[in-house]
């Protein structure tokens, strides 16, 4: 799937639970995780996997993988819990502004 054929906002927009990427880029699973995907299916393939193979264009060896997993992982960690409350990286900032 082309970059621009993705789509991906559909996700958000349809609420649809889970994402089937087809494309070769490193960040697709974590936009999908961004617009509310909680399951992601990438192909990964083995070292003996055909180039002949119809899934290889847009599988991803394990290395790749492991990258497009760890995008995922950083935007689910970005996203955090959607509650807003005061953080320990502005606990200090706070006390600061208010005179403690």
């Given amino acids: 799937t082309p970059k621009n054929e993705a789509n991906i906002h559909v996700v958000y927009k349809h609420g649809f639970d889970g994402f089937s990427d087809h494309t070769r880029s490193f960040i697709s699973g974590a936009v999908a995780v961004s617009c509310g995907a909680t399951i992601i299916e990438k192909h990964v393939r083995h070292t003996l996997t055909s ?3 119809p899934d290889y264009p ?6 790749q993988f492991e ?3 760890d995008n995922i992982r ?7 819990s959607g509650v807003r409350s005061l953080m320990p990286s502005e606990a ?3 006390a600061h502004v208010v005179g403690r």
Wanted: proline share 0%; aromatic share 10%; no cysteine.
């Fill in 51 to 53: 180039i002949h193979n």
């Fill in 58 to 63: 847009h599988s991803f060896d394990h290395r």
């Fill in 67 to 69: 990258r497009y997993v």
């Fill in 74 to 80: 950083e935007a689910e960690t970005l996203l955090g």
């Fill in 92 to 94: 200090g900032l706070v």
